[in-house]
C-alpha cells in the first residue's frame, strides 16, 4: 500500500507541477478542470446514482466551470459569490456535523447532487482565481490545508486523548481527537507567521495569503487562519459522513493508494472559496 501511495503521489506531481509553474494560468486551471470533473462524477457515485446520472454530473461540472472561464471571471473580483458560498459552507457545515450521519439520506437526493456540484464548481473558480493572483497566493493556500492535515495527525498521535475525554467527532471520524485539532491549529499558525515573515524578507512579487491579511494587523491575520483551519476540519468531517452514509471508505479507487478526488480535495472545498472570501475584503 505504501509502495502504490508513493507512486501515485510521484505521478501526481510530476503532472501538477510543470503545470503549476508554467508562466500562464491555463494550464495549470485545465488540469484542476479536469480533477473537478473526475470529483463530481465520484460525487454521483456517493449519492447512489447511476454511472449515467455520474457521467453527466462531470459534464455539467466541465460546461458549468468552461462558461465561467469563458465569461472571463477567473480576471474577475467576485466577493458576492465567495460571501455566498462561504456563508453556505459555515451553515451548511455546521448544522450536517450537528446532525450527524442519519441526517444525509434524508436531504431530497436532487438537492444533495447539484449542492455539490455547486461546490466543486466553486472550488474549481477559487483554485484558478488563485492561480491567476500567483503562485505564491496559490500555494500559500494549498499549504495551509496541508499543514493543519499534517500537523493534526503528528498532533493526534502524539497526545491524542490525553488532555480531552471525547473524540472530536467519534460517529463521523472516530479516529480524529481534540488534541489532533489543536496542534492543527498551532502549526497554521507558526505557518502563517513564517511564510509572512519570508515574504517580507524575501520580497516576493505577489504577496501571499498571509501578507494579504496580515496588512489589517496580526491578530485579525491569526484569527482568520485559525478560522480557515477549522473550516479544512469541517470539510474532511463532511465529506468523511457522507461516505459513512454511503457506506464506503474512500470516495473512489481513481488514485491508487490515496482513494479518491474527493478524499483529497475535501479539506480544499471550503478552505479555498472562503480564503477568497478573506481577500476579497483585504488589500496586499
Excluded at 500559500?140 to 497526545?159: E, Q, R, T
Amino acid at each position: 500500500m505504501l509502495k502504490q501511495r508513493i507512486i501515485t503521489a510521484l505521478v501526481l506531481l510530476l503532472i501538477l507541477l510543470p503545470a503549476l509553474f508554467y508562466p500562464s494560468p491555463e494550464p495549470f486551471s485545465a488540469l484542476a478542470l479536469v480533477l473537478i470533473a473526475a470529483g463530481a462524477w465520484e460525487w454521483g457515485r456517493l449519492n447512489s446514482c447511476s454511472q449515467t446520472v455520474s457521467l453527466l454530473g462531470a459534464l455539467v461540472c466541465v460546461l458549468l466551470c468552461g462558461l465561467t472561464w469563458n465569461l472571463g471571471l477567473l480576471h474577475r473580483s467576485v466577493p458576492m459569490v465567495w460571501s455566498v458560498v462561504g456563508g453556505l459552507w459555515v451553515l451548511a457545515g455546521g448544522w450536517l456535523l450537528r446532525k450527524g450521519v442519519p441526517v444525509w439520506p434524508s436531504i431530497p437526493a436532487g438537492l444533495r447532487w447539484a449542492a455539490g456540484l455547486g461546490a466543486l464548481w466553486a472550488t474549481w473558480l477559487a483554485v484558478a482565481q488563485a492561480r491567476v493572483i500567483g503562485i505564491n497566493f496559490l500555494l500559500s493556500v494549498l499549504v495551509l490545508v496541508w499543514m493543519a492535515d499534517i500537523a493534526a495527525y503528528f498532533a493526534g498521535k502524539a497526545f491524542g486523548g490525553r488532555f480531552s475525554r471525547g473524540k472530536l467527532a467519534p460517529s463521523i471520524s472516530p479516529g480524529k481527537s481534540w488534541e489532533g485539532v489543536w496542534g492543527g491549529m498551532a502549526g497554521v499558525v507558526l505557518l502563517a507567521l513564517g511564510w509572512r515573515w519570508a515574504d517580507q524578507a524575501w520580497q516576493f512579487a505577489v504577496p501571499s495569503l498571509y501578507s494579504r491579511l496580515g496588512s489589517h494587523g496580526v491578530w485579525f491575520l491569526l484569527l482568520a487562519v485559525l478560522f480557515l483551519a477549522t473550516m479544512s476540519v469541517v470539510g474532511d468531517l463532511v465529506e468523511s459522513l457522507i461516505k459513512r452514509s454511503a457506506g464506503v471508505k474512500d470516495s473512489s479507487g481513481l488514485l491508487p493508494g490515496h482513494g479518491g478526488v474527493l478524499d483529497r480535495v475535501d479539506a480544499l472545498l471550503p478552505t479555498l472559496p472562503l480564503a477568497m472570501m478573506l481577500i476579497s475584503f483585504s488589500t496586499p
